[in-house]
């Protein structure tokens, strides 16, 4: 998606261990207008796909989502990564290793929130060895629903994920695929 | 505001230890069109004020802080609960306790977020003794910022919170504020 690709050629800058930083306006200052475009793609790129229901999973996937909901018109749900003493009943349960934070999260969703037959389309905000997102493909297929697909803002197309789970038979639709970035040059090439 | 106390009767329920759950609606699965009529609101209850910014918390805030920034037509801005790789540079910070959670949050945002001499509106899904909009009131007069007012969902009035805030002087606005709630019968009073 040229708008998202624009967007980060622009605004995002590339770190050291292949960090890219698009905080200024994708997850953590976050662009409303750019997440109601983005949703309008992904509402294109899933035509004549059942969709019941999205699922992301806390924090930065959440904005993104909420825009996707409302140009789908389903509910979203967003898993947590910790037990609340808010959280009883029975809970779908996943661990999933963090890449940015570095450790392993319990990933939990209310069971009555994904229901048997649901066709869910998984969303976050980036994709890189594919571990969220797997966790949310497990938390669906646990509920015995249907990942209809995955939607991803920011793939890192040189890291395993989205292989992974193309591979696998699921629609990924990410609307930015970074091929390479260099810290040094600060270039993003997209593929 | 007769629609969220409407959903909240219809949906949310009462637990032992003042817990109101909404997690059907408003903080696990979240119904984007009532966000949008509740930021409609806000917009109403801000008239003539001037907004820059939105600020929240993760993780449930989020959501309908994207729905008031849309409203709004202003970036939205999160604080974060934990540091992170991706987040270097130059921090707010203070320290939230979670009445939810039983525990204290370092809490951050990025300086660059909030400019010295911008009005922020912060949004927040429930208040009880007021910690977590206090902290939010602390990172942006940190920033030399000036809270212009504060959003939040569901007010337990029983507890301080919104007491405390507008003896400081702080235009709050809660679109339902909870005066009574009983486990056993499961009743709730609104103010």
Redesign the interface.
């Known amino acids: 998606m040229k708008l998202l690709e624009d967007r980060i050629r622009k605004d995002g800058t590339v770190?050291e261990?292949n960090?890219l930083?698009v905080?200024?306006f994708l997850?953590?200052?976050?662009?409303?207008?750019l997440?109601?475009e983005m949703a309008k793609e992904w509402k294109r790129l899933f035509e004549g796909h059942r969709i019941d229901k999205i699922l992301t999973i806390?924090?930065s996937g959440?904005?993104i989502a909420?825009?996707v909901?409302?140009e789908f018109g389903v509910?979203?749900?967003?898993a947590?990564k910790?037990q609340?003493?808010?959280?009883?009943g029975d809970m779908l349960k996943t661990e999933i290793q963090s890449f940015?934070?570095?450790r392993v999260y319990n990933v939990i969703?209310?069971k009555?929130?994904i229901s048997e037959g649901e066709h869910v389309l998984v969303i976050d905000d980036f994709m890189a060895n594919g571990c969220a997102a797997i966790g949310l493909i497990e938390l669906v297929e646990g509920a015995n629903a249907v990942v209809e697909g995955i939607g991803i803002a920011i793939e890192k197309g040189f890291q395993d994920g989205g292989k992974i789970l193309r591979e696998r038979g699921f629609k990924v639709e990410s609307l930015a695929i970074v091929e390479s970035m260099d810290a040094k040059t600060g270039e993003i090439t997209f593929r």
């Open positions: 770190k261990g960090v930083k905080d200024c997850n953590h200052q976050m662009d409303i207008a997440f109601d806390e924090a959440i904005g909420c825009s909901a409302r509910p979203l749900v967003f947590k910790a609340s003493i808010n959280l009883d940015t934070h570095k969703v209310a009555k929130f």
